[in-house]
């Protein structure tokens, strides 16, 4: 073979191969797309949120039936929360044959594993206590600033208390607590305690997802999600 046309048979390799990754990108961009619209739709999303379908080549994931991992993320605009509010979520070893696809038969999608976090702004918790509270990380704990009206008194309150998890809600128990700038009886500083314990019920998730961790952060609490063996639709 002559240089010349081994120079021409490598130019059309590269031609083709270009085009195949043209087209691999293209079709995973239309499926994300249509993905991110389903999810917006069927969870009533203020926005669509963000669909990344990873793995080089998608097309051999298409054509296979299974996509190994699906990532999405919501951000509080979509979510239609408090700005803070986010969840990133990844499906794993999701089972789609690609015939029912083709077919527009896709009922149920089975799911390995579905796993993730949720953020709680503070500013979405702060609304279980109070208007005038306000919530900030502090170490390991959290820190809760809130005027309390006390026997009579209006009493303007700092606590410290620890976020665990009591099923599907994020709780917070007061440790310490005392009155910002007042000399306070310490009976009342236990009582202002008391009405600073914060309670708050996570909606229901999609795709099975449970609560398994909670933490402070600097933008609110990290909820970790999780879920096994589940299935989308039906």
Partial sequence: MTVRRLTALVIV????????????RVAVGVAEDRVASEIAAEAGLAGTPEVDI??????????????????????????GQ?????????????????SAVLAGS??????ERVDGTATLSYELLATALGADTTLAREGDGLRITRTVEL?????????VGQAT??????????????????????FLVERAGDLLDL?????????????????PADDG??????????????
Wanted: glycine share 10%; net charge negative.
């Fill in 106 to 111: 896709v009922q149920e999608v089975p799911v």
């Fill in 165 to 186: 998890l009591d099923g599907s809600d994020v709780v917070i128990d007061v440790e310490t607590a005392a009155g910002a700038g007042v000399d306070l009886p310490d």
């Fill in 199 to 215: 309670r708050y019920a996570v909606p229901a998730l999609p795709f099975g997802l449970r609560l398994t961790s909670v933490m």
């Fill in 151 to 159: 026997f009579g008194r209006t009493v303007p309150l700092t606590a």
């Fill in 221 to 234: 609490v990290v909820v970790g999600l999780e879920a096994r063996d589940t299935v989308i639709g039906g």
């Fill in 54 to 79: 990873t793995g080089f080549p998608f097309l051999t994931q298409a054509l296979a039936g299974r996509y190994d991992d699906v990532r999405i993320s919501l951000r509080a605009d979509q979510l």
């Fill in 82 to 98: 408090p700005e803070g509010t986010a969840a990133d979520v990844a499906l794993r070893g999701v089972e789609v044959p690609l």
């Fill in 13 to 24: 390799l590269v031609v083709l191969l270009g085009l195949a990754f043209l087209a691999d």
